[in-house]
């Protein structure tokens, strides 16, 4: 056997995933199958959105299934159908739901899993998002052995990297995708062959992070510059961050009616939050001094 011929399935569903998979097989290792969440409703129109990583595969074509669950045994005899039984490895990466021990442990290598950040910091859904808005200047992406608890399993690999200070969290996630990937390809070929062991985490050092509401996109603008400057850059590409104002008429505020505004850019100079580009409800995207002219606020 060449690890480049390694059997696996990788579990993942964003654009995460796609940057880890896409060095994955830049370095020679393709899944067998794609396992993923089904399609969503999105947007006002509630169409029926199909994840990224599905077109993905599709337009590679990989085989892929989109199990609603995986506590059930549709999930065993789906796994099945694909061979899984004949798979070395689980790979996963940004899946979105959770994995039980049963199905974790069925290939004879484990399931690796990459999460971006330096575990046991920043366990949980939004890693990426709170290491922006902590302005972490240390980052990472670490590789683990999945064990039933949440990113508690042992570390196989990790990555430092020395954030650049302000990024958004679609750079981010680009660069930690990208070098999670490319670690997890070097650590493949020691892993199978028993040549690494993983280490355990120290659990008391452990942090975690919170799932994130559009609520948590709301920019007071009392609050410090700094931290709303982060803050738009951690929701960026994710829940966004916007903020209301008060239309007015004849010279007075209508306080029963309030405009949503979508921020869509923003920078920081001076000790200021400068916001530079906005989406006022129900209208397009323009540069924030020609709104705040057109508005009259």
Not at 53 to 66: E, G, M, N, R, S
Request: net charge positive.
């Amino acid at each position: 056997m060449t690890y480049n011929s390694l059997s696996f399935a990788f579990f993942g569903t964003d654009e995460f995933s796609i940057i880890v998979l896409e060095e994955l097989v830049q370095a020679g290792f393709i899944p067998s199958v794609i396992v993923t969440v089904p399609d969503q409703p999105k947007g006002r129109g509630l169409v029926i959105t199909p994840p990224p990583i599905k077109l993905w595969a599709t337009k590679h074509d990989i085989p892929f299934i989109q199990p609603i669950s995986l506590s059930d045994h549709s999930i065993n005899f789906q796994l099945s159908s694909a061979k899984a039984d004949n798979f070395q490895l689980f790979i996963v990466a940004s899946y979105g739901l959770i994995i039980p021990e049963n199905i974790l442990d069925i290939p004879v290598k484990g399931t690796l899993n990459v999460h971006p950040s330096l575990l046991p910091k920043y366990r949980g859904a939004t890693p990426i998002e709170s290491q922006i808005l902590n302005g972490a200047k240390e980052v990472g992406v670490t590789v683990m052995l999945m064990d039933a608890k949440m990113d508690h399993g042992p570390i196989v690999a990790q990555k430092k990297i020395i954030s650049e200070g302000m990024v958004s969290a679609t750079i981010l996630q680009k660069k930690l995708g990208e070098e999670g990937g490319r670690l997890l390809g070097g650590v493949l070929p020691q892993w199978v062959s028993g040549k690494l062991e993983a280490r355990a985490q120290d659990h008391a050092e452990a942090t975690y992070t919170k799932k994130l509401t559009k609520a948590n996109g709301e920019i007071n603008f009392s609050d410090d510059p700094y931290k709303n400057f982060l803050k738009i850059q951690a929701f960026e590409g994710s829940i966004g961050t916007y903020f209301y104002v008060e239309s007015k008429r004849n010279g007075k505020r209508e306080r029963t009616r309030k405009t949503r505004v979508n921020i869509k850019a923003a920078e920081f100079k001076g000790g200021k939050c400068i916001i530079t580009r906005v989406v006022p409800e129900g209208k397009k995207e323009m540069n924030y001094s020609d709104f705040l002219l057109g508005f009259n606020i």
